[in-house]
C-alpha cells in the first residue's frame, strides 16, 4: 500500500544532472554492464548512463507539482501510428505541497522524435545519451523529428490532492478525479483539449494560471478518501470506486450528464480497496483488489454478486489490470514486490495463478497489459525500475549464443533474469504509475516525483512495418 509522494517538491525549469541520465564528459571506457537495483552498489565515482541505443524514443518532462496518477488520451490523430515525430495527450493530477495548489493538468506533448532501432545494433558502445533528446546525428533521425517535445498545459483547479484519475474511455473528455478530500468529482475537459489542438505554441512557460471550473459531478457518499476507480469500456458512462474503508459504489449514468450512486455499497473486502478494473467483455463484472491479500470479481446482475474471491498474494494487492485482448487474464502487483497472472477460467478449480514473478524487491506500484500484445506487460515498483514482460518467452540457449556472435563481444547481461523479461526502464525517483498509449503501439508514459518520462524500448516488436522510421 505504497501510495503518496514524500515530500512533493516542484519540479525546477532548469535541467539537473540525474544519475539515470549519461554524461558526456570524456572518462575511461569500460566494459558496459547491466546494473539491477538491490543486486549491485554504485562505486564512489561511478554513475549510471542511460544506453539511447536500447529506446526508439525517450523523453523527459514535468508539469511542475508531482502527479500521482494520470491518463493517457485517445485522440483523433490516428488509430495507429508508427511514424516519427509523435503527438501525445494526457491529462494528470497533482500532489502539490499545499492542498490549495492542486490541479488537474491538461496537456499535449508534441514533436516527440525517434529513431527505429535494429532489434540487433550494427555499432555497440552507443554511451553518449540525453534524456531528453535522443542523440543521433544520422540523417534517418532527422527525418523522424528533431529538437526539444513542444509542452503545452492547461489546468483546471482541484480542492485537495488527485489521488486517481482516469479518461472514460468512450468519452475522452470526460475524467474522474479521486480526491484526498474523500470526493469523487466527473469533469468536462473538452474546452482546454480543443484549445491545445488549435494551438501549436509552447505553454510550458507561463502556463501558471489555473482556471475554476465546476465538476459536471460530485459524489460526497465515501466515508473515506480512496484510490480505486474506472470507467467501464463496455458501457459509457459506468463508473465504479472503491475507498480506504473497504466500500465500493457503482455509478450508473443517466440522462443530463448526470449519475445514479448506489447508496448500498459493495462490500466483501475487510480492509482498504487499492484498485478497481472492469471487464473488457462483460457489461455488469467488474474486479476488485485489497489490502486483505485478496480480488473479488463481482457481477452486478447477481443478488449477491461477489461472484468469485482469490486470496492472490502474501501481501496487499496494490493494483490489477484485465487483459482487453485475452479477457481471462488479470494481472496483479502486490506490495511484497511480487506480481501474478490469474488465469479466470481456473478460479472454480482453486489454483487460478498461472504465472508468479518476484523479479522486484519493492511494491509494485503500477502493472498494465500491451493494448496491442496479449502476453506483453508492464510494471512499475518502488524500486524506481519499470520493466516489460512478454509472458509467451522462454530461454533458447541456442538464440542467445547467436545473438552473442551477432554483437561480436560478450554480452554483459546477468544470467539470472527471467527469460520474459524484455527490458527494465530506470532513471526516475519514486514511480507511481505507467500507461501504455493505445494508438501508438510501443509507447509507455510514466509518472514519478520527479516528472513524467515518455519511452519506447527498441525491443518492443508490435508487427510494425520494417520500413516505418
Known sequence: MVRSLKNPKKAKRKNKAKKGEGSSDSVPSLPAKVWQPGVDKLEEGEELQCDASAYNSLHAFHIGWPCLSFDVLRD???????????????????????????????????????????????????????MDSDSSDSDEEEEAGSGTPVLQLRKVFHEGCVNRIRAMTQN????????????????????HINALAESESDLSHGASAVSNQAPLFKFGGHKDEGYAIDWSPCVPGKLVSGDCRN????????????????????????????????????????????????????????DNPLAAAITAHKADVNVISWNKLASCMLASGSDDGTFSIQDLRMVKDGDSVVAHFDYHKHPITSIEWSPHEASTLAVSSSDNQLTIWDLSLERDEEEEA?????????????????????????????????????????????????????????NIENAIPANVA
Open 76 to 130: 483523433s490523430l490516428g488509430l495507429v501510428r508508427t511514424e516519427f515525430p509523435h503527438s501525445v495527450y494526457c491529462v494528470a493530477g497533482t500532489q502539490a505541497e499545499k492542498s490549495s495548489w492542486n490541479s488537474i493538468g491538461i496537456f499535449k506533448l508534441s514533436n516527440i522524435s525517434g529513431k527505429r532501432r535494429d532489434l540487433v545494433p550494427d555499432k555497440t558502445g552507443d554511451e553518449n545519451t540525453d
Open 172 to 191: 475522452p473528455h470526460i475524467v474522474a478525479s479521486w480526491g484526498d478530500t474523500g470526493h469523487v468529482q466527473v469533469w468536462d475537459i473538452s474546452s
Open 247 to 302: 466500500c465500493i459504489h457503482l455509478w450508473e449514468p443517466t440522462s443530463g450528464a448526470t449519475w445514479n450512486v448506489s447508496a448500498k455499497s459493495y462490500i466483501g473486502h475487510t480492509a482498504s480497496v487499492e484498485d478497481l478494473q472492469w471487464s473488457p467483455t462483460e457489461d455488469t463484472v467488474f474486479a476488485s483488489c485489497s489490502v486483505d491479500r485478496n480480488i473479488i470479481i463481482w457481477d452486478t446482475r447477481m
Open 402 to 458: 547467436e545473438f552473442k556472435t551477432k554483437m561480436k563481444e560478450q554480452v554483459n547481461a546477468p544470467t539470472d533474469l527471467p527469460p520474459q523479461l524484455l527490458f527494465v526502464h530506470q532513471g526516475q525517483k519514486d514511480l507511481k504509475e505507467l500507461h501504455w498509449h493505445s494508438q501508438i503501439p510501443g509507447m509507455v508514459v510514466s509518472t514519478a516525483a520527479d516528472g513524467f518520462n515518455i519511452l519506447m524500448p527498441s
